[in-house]
């Protein structure tokens, strides 16, 4: 069945332009309406009519968050508290996860163009960056930047300085980072690239180790941790990308009988639920879930109200000392 993208595609134009000719809204040229209106035939495409009765009202009062799936612990406490800001709001949220999933993306886009929800949260890079393109609709992306897109983020800059300064004061001299899935620039990319010039800028050694996106979507980093352990023995400190990954170190060196955090430090990135609950608890950068959510939410308010907002939104981390370093 033809989706609004083909009918774009094959006109010739935006999907926010045959959006408008469905809708007949804003002006368009007798031309361009012909093009859509042959495209369409052509297609045997036939419109959501219920997304077009919607599409009359002047709000929905929903939201949809476009998200990684839920079993990393970072997006279901961000997603939990973006949820409870709408809600104070008056709002509802629609969650759809996706892990660079073309086709559920593309369901997504359909969403925004049939105009059923009043604006759409992105956390995590989306496979394409064609779901942005033409959007009738607010949208705002969260610890991820994307161009022309109000972002909300962590200061993931910070982040890295602070761990690594808090490993070498605490004698640290070989050091380790295992980041993310390095293959297309992100925010997190930040914590590695600051991580790596406070450790050059102390001539100490550091090597670092990029995990990949099969290891996330598995939530499994096994592999890279027992490589980093077997290729580098001497490692007295490591820099986990998040708590997660700083989980996996822990349990790896726990079952080859090297203590943590007697022979090696770890730190992590988050301060997710279950750092405390970790064996040793775990030290960690904190991100402050309840404000990256209540300034992404107004964020997306002020834009289906017509107001202008802030491209960029950064917002402070902090050292949550425990007892893994």
Do not use: W
């Not at 094959?10 to 999907?15: K, T, W």
């Not at 008056?90 to 892990?99: D, E, H, N, P, Q």
């Not at 770890?266 to 300034?295: C, K, S, W, Y």
């Not at 960029?312 to 893994?324: A, G, H, K, W």
Request: hydrophobic share 40%; glycine share 6%; net charge negative.
């Amino acid at each position: 069945m033809a989706s609004i993208r083909d009918v774009a595609d094959r006109a010739g134009v935006s999907i926010a332009t045959v959006s408008r000719v469905m809708n007949r809204r804003g002006a368009l040229s007798e031309k361009t309406i012909q093009k859509v209106q042959n495209a369409m035939k052509e297609l045997n495409y036939q419109p959501n009519d219920l997304a077009r009765a919607l599409s009359g009202k002047k709000e929905s009062k929903i939201i949809a968050l476009l998200s990684l799936p839920l079993q990393h612990p970072f997006y279901s406490e961000l997603i939990t508290s973006i949820e409870e800001c709408l809600f104070r709001e008056g709002y509802k949220l629609l969650i759809i996860t996706s892990f660079e999933d073309i086709m559920k993306e593309e369901n997504c886009v359909n969403l925004v163009q049939s105009h059923m929800i009043d604006g759409l949260i992105i956390g995590g890079h989306p496979a394409s960056e064609r779901i942005l393109e033409g959007s009738p609709i607010p949208i705002v992306t969260v610890e991820a930047s994307l161009p022309e897109i109000p972002c909300v983020i962590s200061d993931n800059n910070q982040g890295g300085i602070m761990a690594a300064k808090y490993l070498i004061a605490k004698g640290c001299r070989h050091l380790v980072h295992i980041g993310g899935d390095m293959h297309h620039e992100s925010e997190s990319d930040r914590r590695t690239r600051a991580f790596e010039e406070v450790c050059a800028a102390e001539h100490i050694p550091c090597t670092v180790y990029e995990s990949t996106a099969g290891m996330l979507r598995n939530m499994d980093y096994s592999a890279v941790v027992s490589r980093m352990l077997f290729e580098h023995p001497e490692a007295d400190g490591v820099f986990a990308s998040s708590d997660v990954i700083a989980a996996e170190v822990i349990r790896v060196t726990g079952s080859m009988g090297i203590r943590v955090p007697d022979q090696l430090k770890v730190i992590g990135f988050d301060n997710v639920r279950m750092a405390r609950l970790m064996n040793p608890p775990l030290t960690t950068i904190g991100q402050d879930f309840g404000e990256l959510a209540q300034q992404t939410v107004q964020k997306i308010l002020k834009q289906i109200h017509g107001e202008t907002v802030e491209m960029r939104t950064v917002i402070p981390v902090t050292l949550v000392e425990r007892q893994s370093v």
